[in-house]
């Protein structure tokens, strides 16, 4: 399935905003808010663990999706780890 068929897109008429819904890639559920704890392996010896991250998951199968502003913030995120550190564990805040 292309992402152009999974990507629904509608305006809403409330104050000017977009209502983007996704589709899930694996069975084709609607994607649902969410707020999660995920793991991000950054070294050969070393974890991240991101508290609190919003994703986009799917209700049907362990299917999820990261916007791209959360992943941005996410990256930049994981590019302050200390470099010694072999687990850490970060509190994600909008």
Known sequence: M???????RREA???????????????GSLLT???????????????????GLPVLQCPNCPEYQIEDQVFAR????????????ELEVIRYAA
Do not use: N, Q, S, Y
């Open 2 to 8: 292309r992402l152009a068929e999974r990507h629904i």
């Open 13 to 27: 008429v409330l104050g000017a905003v977009e209502v983007c819904l996704m589709r899930c890639g694996m069975c």
């Open 33 to 51: 808010p969410a707020v999660t704890d995920l793991p991000f392996k950054v070294r050969e010896t070393a974890i991240v663990i991101l508290r």
């Open 74 to 85: 996410v990256e930049a995120l994981l590019a302050d780890v200390a470099t010694t550190a």
